[in-house]
């Protein structure tokens, strides 16, 4: 059982419309955190979110943070092709600094 | 932020053979990882490189497939030993740095094995 669930698992969308990435678990985590990873990089840390109903804003992103601790939403406006990438959300789990990967999202943007 | 380089950034193999894959961080790191991410897949970790000791494995990785060693505090290698098809993936290293409280990741070793 994966203990990070993500939806969608695929995304294809035109640069401008809005969508919304769902990550969610049946635990309870003290902090959340968001990547991107594009091709042929390693993920790159976008956000951490640590406050039940926790929002966080990175210019079009939104992040969410559900209010039990246990799901999270990253929400995209007017995407854009710089957008395109596949999304991670992780939360930290067991030992202090070992990150547990959810099933990811692969977001294509396109013109 | 830290800056991470792996090598080689990708290689092709025949199966039975092994092959190590290098991480060099610019800076001093508290810990560092490595983790595998299969095509089209998420990331898993594979196991915590310790300084000057064993590594910490994770259930499904042992030490004989997946030997990893970190002589210091900036350079650990990772050998995939006796490889099959079923390797192929990306292998990612990643630091937790002292002065950021966040990881960062290698670009990783694209490894397929024929």
């Known amino acids: 059982t994966q203990l990070l669930e993500q939806s969608p698992q695929f995304l294809s969308i035109q640069e401008g419309e809005n969508l919304t990435v769902y990550c969610n678990s049946s635990s309870v985590f003290s902090s959340l955190q968001w990547y991107r990873q594009e091709p042929g990089e390693g993920p790159v840390l976008l956000v951490t979110?640590?406050?039940?109903?926790e929002v966080k804003k990175l210019k079009r992103l939104t992040f969410q943070f559900g209010d039990a601790r246990k799901d999270s939403s990253l929400h995209i406006t007017a995407a854009q092709t710089g957008d395109t990438g596949l999304y991670l959300c992780a939360a930290l789990t067991g030992t202090a600094s070992k990150l547990t990967f959810g099933t990811g999202t692969r977001l294509q943007v396109t013109l | 932020s830290a800056v991470i380089s792996q090598k080689p950034s990708r290689d092709i193999c025949q199966r039975g053979t092994s092959l190590t894959i290098q991480c060099q961080v610019d800076s001093q790191v508290t810990m560092m990882f490595w983790y595998r991410q299969q095509p089209g897949q998420s990331l898993t970790l594979i196991a915590t490189a310790n300084q000057g000791s064993e590594a910490t494995y994770e259930s499904g990785f042992v030490i004989d497939k997946f030997p990893i060693s970190r002589p210091n505090l900036t350079f650990s290698t990772l050998t995939v030993s006796n490889m099959s098809p079923e390797d192929s993936s990306i292998y990612l290293c990643?630091?937790?740095?002292?002065?950021?409280?966040?990881?960062?990741f290698g670009p990783g070793t694209r490894l397929t094995v024929l």
């Open positions: 990643s630091v937790l740095t002292i002065s950021y409280n966040e990881q960062f």
């Open positions: 979110v640590v406050t039940g109903g």
